[in-house]
Nanobody, 123 residues
């Protein structure tokens, strides 16, 4: 069983930055790709970014490419999402996920989820 705990959300003005953290525990997490997704009210859970624990194969949604960076600290079992140049449309609950089987861009492929952390960007 994998446990994921996110932190780092909050309220920020447009153009600002936040760094989200996702700390993982449990057997097998180290071999899973880690993903970040977000869900705005009334919308589906959308892919944001994912990477493997080896540090390679990072991918981003077009809407965040060049502004967001996913990284990991293996010693701390933690994956980060650095979010710069935030826009009001980035407002959502952000989730980290693991245990993907199949399409890593699809939330339905992931088995394990954190509780989510709210990010609100004011204009």
């Amino acid at each position: 069983q994998v446990q994921l705990v996110e932190s780092g959300g909050g309220l920020v003005q447009a153009g600002g930055s936040l760094r989200l953290s996702c700390t993982a525990s449990g057997l097998g997490f180290s071999i899973n790709p880690m993903g970040w997704f977000r869900q705005a009210p009334g919308k589906e859970r959308d892919f944001v970014a994912h990477m493997t624990w080896s540090g390679g194969d990072a991918s981003y949604a077009d809407s965040v490419k060049g502004r967001f960076t996913i990284s990991r600290d293996s010693a701390k079992n933690t994956v980060y999402l650095q979010m710069n140049s935030l826009k009001p449309e980035d407002t959502a609950v952000y989730y980290c996920a693991s245990g993907a089987v199949g399409n890593r861009f699809d939330a339905r492929a992931y088995t394990y989820w954190g509780q989510g952390t709210q990010v609100t960007v004011s204009s």
